[in-house]
């Protein structure tokens, strides 16, 4: 099974795609793993995304369309979907 990543906005740009999926081994990692390996995959993504294994203030992740996530502990299992997005205000 794999988490299916979506990238919205400058995240997209960043990636250069505008999905993924990352495969797990386990039925459940963190968000922090997630990101390390997107780092890894789209480096223009880590260099501007992110810092270490967390987001950049910035840029902002939501689980499932449903909340939003910051800490790089967050599990992330099987199945579901995380959004990346700037944070930007306004419409």
């Known amino acids: 099974m ?3 990543v979506e990238f919205y906005g400058i995240a997209r740009q960043r990636a250069g795609v505008a999905s993924c999926q990352i495969p797990l081994t386990d039925e ?3 968000l922090g793993a997630v ?17 270490q ?3 950049r203030s910035d840029y902002i992740a939501n689980l499932g369309g449903e909340r939003f996530v910051r800490d790089s502990a967050t599990p ?4 579901q979907t995380l959004l990346i997005l700037s944070a930007d205000a306004g419409g």
Do not use: K, M, N
């Open 2 to 4: 794999s988490v299916q």
């Open 28 to 30: 459940c990692t963190t």
């Open 35 to 51: 990101l390390r390996e997107l780092a890894t995959r789209f480096p223009a993504f880590g260099q501007r995304c992110c810092e």
């Open 53 to 55: 294994d967390r987001l």
């Open 76 to 79: 992330i299992c099987q199945g």
